[in-house]
Every structure is written in structure tokens, then in C-alpha cells.
């Protein structure tokens, strides 16, 4: 069955400070991985997207890994800031169809 | 920037009411999608279309159905609402280019049914 868990469901973390999200996968065979934010009341809103040949790829303070072999990816947050409360979703597509598969995201809050 | 703009932000309906949720984007996407977010499960696909008067199912169809008249414009339609159609329902817009296309989508609508 193809899932995407990830973890923590939340996390509180003072501003500043980094954070790393986690997603595992089980959806084969595999194409890419996407994560997305979602502020409070908004919908989610891609933040960057990791093929199957990349490791590492970085966003501004935001930074995905991806082993491919282990079937695990990461967003690592650098330098925490209030406007990274929000939650950050997961997603990865089923090969060849329009079917996603979704993590159930994480919550973080950033404290000042 | 592309913009999906959900008609709606809060609606409350009572069991029974026919529900209609507007969904318009403005990049000229063949594809459409219409999911519900519930805490603990993720979203979760109720239909999608590839076209203007195309549809397919999602994963959870029961209950609902979809009307695409025209390419900027998908509609979800509740039949008869019940309780257990409470939820944020999420319009999304993609372009034909593949899975690499990200989902752009509208703010939500949350539906309270009574």
C-alpha cells in the first residue's frame, strides 16, 4: 500500500532555532517528492520539489534531502522564524497517474 | 502568480441541503482537483478532471459530485449534505506537464454541516 508517514505530528521550537521534519515513504515506484506549506487558514503552497537523482536541495533557509535507498526524506528549517508556524505536508505522486499520496504534515509553531 | 479562488470561506449548511462549491482559477490548467483536509488523515482526493466536461473519481467520490462547464471553473457538488461531510475543502489547479507540476491551490472552504 502506498503511504507517506511523517514525523513529528507537531513540534514547538523558539525562534532561532533549527528544526528537521521527517517523511518516509512507501509509494513505488518513485518519481519525486514534494513538500509543501501550509499556513493557518490558508491552502498549501509548494516549497520545493526533490527528483529521484537528487540528495540535497535548498531554498532560501529551507533545506530537503532525499535517499532514494532508504526511501526518506527531510526538511531541514535553518534559523527559525515566526513565519515558519505553519504546517509542512509531504506529498508524493503515484508513477504515471494523477494520484497523490499525502503525509497527515507536521505542526510547528516557532516561539518568540 | 497563478490563483485559485474558492467562492467561499465558511459555509454552514443543514443534513439534507444541496451544496455547490465554486472553484476558479486563472492560468488556463487543464487539470482540476477537489479534496477534503481532516485532522489526522490529510488530504484526501474526491474527484479531479482532465478537461472541460471530464471527470474521474477520487479516492472517496461517495456522496459528491462534479460539474467542469468551462476550463477555469470546477464545481463540487453535495447532493444531499450530512454531518460527516463537515470538513476544509481545498481546490487545486495543476498544468499539464506532468507529475513534476506542483498543485496550486485555493485558500479552502470549511463546511459545517448541522
Known amino acids: 500500500k502506498n503511504q507517506v508517514e511523517q514525523s513529528p505530528q507537531s513540534l514547538i521550537i523558539l525562534e532561532g532555532k533549527n528544526c528537521t521534519l521527517q517523511?518516509?515513504?512507501?509509494?513505488?515506484?518513485?518519481?519525486?517528492l514534494r513538500w509543501y506549506k501550509q499556513d493557518t487558514g490558508r491552502g498549501p503552497v509548494s516549497l520545493t520539489i526533490?527528483?529521484?537523482?537528487?540528495n540535497t536541495k535548498s531554498n532560501g533557509r529551507y533545506t530537503a534531502t532525499l535517499d532514494a535507498d532508504t526511501k526518506q526524506s527531510s526538511l531541514h528549517i535553518t534559523a527559525s522564524q515566526l513565519s515558519d508556524s505553519a504546517s509542512y505536508i509531504c506529498v508524493v505522486p503515484q508513477f504515471g497517474n494523477e494520484k497523490l499520496t499525502f503525509g497527515t504534515g507536521t505542526r510547528l509553531t516557532i516561539i518568540p | 502568480d497563478v490563483k485559485v479562488t474558492q467562492s467561499s470561506r465558511y459555509l454552514v449548511k443543514r443534513t439534507g441541503e444541496k451544496v455547490f462549491l465554486e472553484c476558479v482559477q486563472d492560468?488556463?490548467?487543464?487539470?482540476m482537483f477537489w479534496y477534503r483536509q481532516d485532522p489526522g488523515l490529510g488530504l484526501r482526493l474526491i474527484y479531479f478532471s482532465y478537461d472541460v466536461k471530464m471527470k474521474e473519481k477520487g479516492d472517496i467520490p461517495e456522496g459528491y459530485s462534479v460539474s467542469r462547464e468551462k476550463k477555469e471553473r470546477f464545481s463540487l457538488i453535495l447532493e444531499s449534505a450530512s454531518t460527516n461531510q463537515t470538513s476544509m475543502y481545498l481546490c487545486?489547479?495543476?498544468?499539464?506537464?506532468?507529475?513534476?507540476?506542483?498543485?496550486?491551490f485555493g485558500n479552502g472552504t470549511r463546511l459545517t454541516v448541522t
Open positions: 526533490m527528483t529521484f537523482s537528487e
Open positions: 487545486a489547479s495543476r498544468d499539464l506537464t506532468g507529475s513534476n507540476s506542483p498543485l496550486h
Open positions: 492560468m488556463d490548467h487543464e487539470n
Open positions: 517523511c518516509n515513504y512507501t509509494v513505488s515506484p518513485f518519481s519525486n
